[in-house]
């Protein structure tokens, strides 16, 4: 079936490091979306990126669309333990029932203050 | 606060029993999800309702069904339950069908399965 594949699938990082998840898919995908956990929590959206190529910055979280739309990254600058959570990436594949999103396994990010 | 509203919050039960799980959606969206997450697999989708219709279906069990019912609610309807449907189950809504839609989660119900 359709897969997106996200790595890593765990990151522990010193507050102030960088930290980045990456999300692939086998098939080109109408879109993808990414969404941050808390600990105990819901996962709550964060972004929508719909055009090859893109990018998108919220703050110190930058956001990229591969040209071909099959994969994605999340980068976040200078880590804060309040970035801590589980960030998954969903995508939606071209073609056939666009209706539901592929979510990743998602990356759990751990922050030591 | 999504806007989502799900209960109960947690619910035990034991092996063999059947369970309901109820989702309201954000209101003004028509469309409802649900989702299964555990440990080892993630978050994965079970099922989508569009304004009472079923739309789109995921990994969802035999023993698992859903309906939404004219006032948009929605429930998912767990039988003959095993220790390996304990898991967090959500449900997520959004305004549309497809394409752009952002959706949103509801807090989760807790199923624990003795």
């Known amino acids: 079936g359709q897969q997106v594949m996200q790595i890593p699938q765990y990151q522990h990082v010193q507050e102030g490091e960088d930290f980045t998840t990456y999300c692939n898919s086998s098939t080109t995908l109408s879109n993808i979306q990414w969404y941050k956990q808390r600990p105990g929590g819901h996962p709550v959206f964060l972004i929508q990126l719909v055009k090859s190529g893109e990018v998108k910055k919220q703050k110190r979280l930058t956001f990229q669309f591969g040209e071909a739309k099959k994969n994605s990254s999340l980068h976040i600058t200078a880590t804060q333990t309040t970035d801590v959570g589980t960030y998954f990436c969903a995508g939606r594949h071209s073609g056939g029932s666009n209706y539901k999103l592929t979510f990743g396994k998602g990356t759990l990010l751990t922050v030591n203050p | 606060d999504s806007g989502v509203t799900q209960t109960p919050k947690h619910l035990i039960t034991a092996t063999g029993q059947r369970v309901t799980l109820r989702c309201s959606p954000r209101s003004g969206d028509l469309s409802v999800y649900w989702y299964q997450q555990s440990l080892d697999q993630g978050l994965q989708f079970l099922i989508q309702y569009y304004n009472g219709e079923e739309r789109a279906k995921g990994n969802i069990l035999e023993r698992f069904s859903a309906q939404q019912f004219p006032d948009l609610h929605s429930e998912l309807n767990l039988s003959s339950l095993e220790l390996g449907d304990s898991a967090l189950y959500f449900c997520?809504?959004?305004?549309?069908?497809?394409?752009?839609?952002?959706?949103?989660f509801g807090p989760g119900t807790r199923l624990t399965v003795l």
């Open positions: 997520a809504s959004s305004v549309g069908l497809v394409g752009a839609d952002t959706q949103y």
